[in-house]
């Protein structure tokens, strides 16, 4: 079936510092690929997302590269603060099972003052 | 900005029990989904709704699982007879198109089966 798969499952970076997120997906015809940041309690938030006709994408602080020859995408976060504490989500539409997003495992970022 | 709602927040039940989880979607989305995700574990997908019927379901989606959305505005899961294993957040979630699209989610419902 279609999979997921992301690292690290943990990420501890210094306030300021890069911090970079990477998944790969196992069914070629994906074409979304969503990230999404889940706070204690709440639901998963879309943050950004890339679709297969584009290599890169970016938002602020917040970019998304796919790299649909090696099957991965990866989110970097740059000038990290301690309100991107978070666990992230990346996700994959999968054309073949009814575009239902299929998500990774999460990665937790602490981000330290 | 629309925001889907979800109740209950938590609800605790015991085991056989039947559960309704309720959602409301956003106002103008067509495409409708459950999600779960057990503790500490990812999110994964229940079920798709789409014009009052099923469209995709997951293995985990058994027969103790149905949904309906009973007077167009609410859409929710039923649980029939829970078990202990479906303890878990239960996320709802909205599109406006059909496609690989944004999916808008719920805050979700915490469901804990004693």
């Known amino acids: 079936g279609e999979n997921v798969e992301q690292h690290p499952s943990t990420l501890s970076v210094q306030e300021g510092d890069s911090a970079v997120i990477k998944c790969t997906y196992s069914d070629s015809a994906s074409n979304y690929f969503p990230w999404y940041k889940q706070e204690l309690g709440k639901g998963p938030q879309l943050i950004i997302d890339?679709?297969?006709?584009?290599g890169e994408k970016k938002d602020q602080r917040i970019a998304v590269t796919l790299n649909k020859t090696a099957k991965h995408f990866s989110l970097h976060i740059t000038e990290t603060q301690p309100e991107d504490s978070a666990v992230y989500f990346c996700a994959a539409s999968f054309p073949n099972a009814g575009n239902m997003l299929t998500f990774g495992g999460g990665t937790r970022l602490m981000v330290k003052p | 900005e629309p925001e889907v709602t979800q109740t209950p927040s938590h609800q605790v039940t015991q085991m056989g029990q039947e559960v309704i989880l309720r959602c409301v979607p956003i106002?103008?989305?067509?495409?409708f989904y459950w999600y779960r995700q057990i503790l500490g574990q990812k999110v994964e997908f229940l079920v798709s709704?789409?014009?009052?019927?099923?469209?995709?379901k997951s293995e985990i989606f058994d027969d103790q699982f149905s949904v309906e959305r009973p007077d167009g505005s609410n859409f929710t899961l039923k649980i029939r007879s829970t078990k202990l294993e479906d303890s878990a957040m239960y996320f709802c979630?909205?599109?406006?198109?059909?496609?690989?699209?944004?999916?808008?989610f719920g805050a979700g419902s915490r469901l804990t089966v004693l």
């Open positions: 890339i679709r297969s006709n584009v």
């Open positions: 106002s103008n989305h067509l495409y």
């Open positions: 979630a909205s599109t406006q198109f059909s496609g690989a699209n944004v999916l808008t």
């Open positions: 709704f789409y014009n009052n019927e099923i469209s995709e």
